[in-house]
């Protein structure tokens, strides 16, 4: 073969390869495939550290800009009112499966038990960035609504609309993550009231897994059996669009 | 490499038994379909850091699409404070921003989702495939007979560099065995690229982090084992390359088929 005819092959093969890449991840049954790694990652990250802490920095590690990743500004009415009232009348609606659903104020919220964190940020894009968090516990609010027996998820509701669906972003953990120490809700963004870019003025902080799960923008937390009736079913925005819901990896 | 034939006689050779052959295709595909989500994955964040942060200005590599005076666009690589204008390769191509081009990344098209579930999925093959190889290769004497090191073989390794600058002797060698060259870019390739390539993504997993702080101390922060995983797996690149060139250089029919079939025909035996 002359090596001309070589390179042809080669590259034809490559296209041909590529091309089929492209054909298996649009079909319906290849990505099937290949999430079941997402639960085997799952179950075997869970027996591996269940109650591990995410590791903890020192004011010193702090990162110089903080990245805002997705909705910066939600252009949402009803968001847009309660921003320009200092968030006075904004309350967070707990619901859904618990003996004693609530709304609570930010005062009320920041009467509960809470902790201050300074922890790393990972981006499924890839970046890091580190930030002192400091929020009410998930725990310590989970025990104020008392959730029932058959509740499983905890859904968060967010404000930001994020398309032309009209799709606002919503988030889902288990309650193993719920009740992790380092679980909160942040009010409390590097010392000040948490800004705007980061989810004013309530945001989740999961610390073991990728920024998509930790939901900004908050207005309600919902207690449930099962995702499935939400939205695209996956559990989160993210989810219903190709993303694992568990984002430990 | 199980020769059962005395050397003197050689019409063929057993080489490569069929595990060795199964595993060494199958992680031609497992690796094509690693590097290519690989990139897709660092494409949704085209640049590298050390540490634990990712701070904008300390990147060591940053592909960027950057406007120049005539309002067209260029794509700018940034490597250890240097620019360099890789439009139509790096930073920007097809029209569009993007890290490396289209062709090399699985998807082509900007598609981080689709990428990641091709690269945890393929990971899980990639270590599976190394451990069977291994374990085959370490269980049958594999790898102690035709890749350990003898000691001669690393005294006389300098002389042995510049014979192998020889085709000639390159030739002759590849029907005795493995070359000592050969012998510690293999042993390089399985047990430092790999290891290093499965700790530094594991290392990346916030998760694991938690549960095994070792693991991120051991790359001192996130973001370097991010870099150690992109330089590691271009190491990996390079020895394919390499391994390649040299199949083509010494006989890529008389390798390729020993490597399909088993079964090695020497030299002067016709092929």
Known sequence: ?249 | MEDQRPPTSPIRVYRHTLPIRATHWLNVLILLAMLGSGLQIFNAHPALYWGERSDPQQAWLAMRAVPIATGEVRGITRLFGRDFDTTGVLALSGQTPRGFPAWTTIPSERWLAMGRRWHLFFAWLFVLNGLAYVSYGLATRHVQRHLWLRGEEARQLPSTVTRHLSLHALRSDADAGYNPLQKISYLLVLFVFAPLMVLSGLAMSPWLDAAFPALVTLFDGRQSARSIHFIVAFGLVAFTLVHVFMVILVGPLRELRAMITGWYRPRGTGS
């Open chain 1, 1 to 249: 073969m002359k090596r001309r005819t070589v390179m042809r092959l080669l590259g034809l093969g490559s296209l041909t390869a590529l091309s089929g890449c492209d054909r298996l991840s649009q079909a319906t049954w290849f990505p099937r495939v290949l999430g079941t790694a997402e639960s085997v990652n799952r179950h075997l990250h869970r027996a591996l550290g269940r109650d591990a802490l995410a590791k903890e920095f020192t004011e010193a590690d702090l990162s110089p800009m903080f990245p805002s990743n997705g909705t910066r500004r939600p252009m949402d009415a009803d968001y847009q009112a309660h921003a320009a009232r200092g968030f006075a009348a904004w309350r967070l609606s707990v619901g859904g499966l618990v003996e004693r659903p609530r709304a609570f104020s930010l005062a009320e919220l920041r009467a509960l038990p809470s902790r201050t964190q300074i922890t790393r940020h990972d981006c499924v894009e890839g970046w890091s960035a580190i930030a002192k968090w400091h929020g009410v516990r998930l725990a310590a609010l989970l025990d104020e609504v008392r959730p029932l027996p058959q509740a499983r998820f905890v859904v968060f509701h967010c404000f930001d609309t994020m398309d032309a669906s009209g799709a606002r972003y919503y988030e889902s953990i288990d309650f193993e993550d719920a009740r992790h120490a380092q679980t909160i809700l942040a009010y409390d963004w590097n010392d000040r009231p948490l800004p705007m870019p980061y989810g004013a003025p309530l945001r989740l902080r999961v610390e073991r897994q990728l920024g998509y799960k930790m939901a900004k923008y908050l207005r309600a937390v919902e207690l449930v059996e099962s995702f499935e009736h939400i939205d695209g079913g996956r559990g989160g925005y993210w989810e219903d669009r190709g993303y694992e819901w568990y984002a430990g990896i």
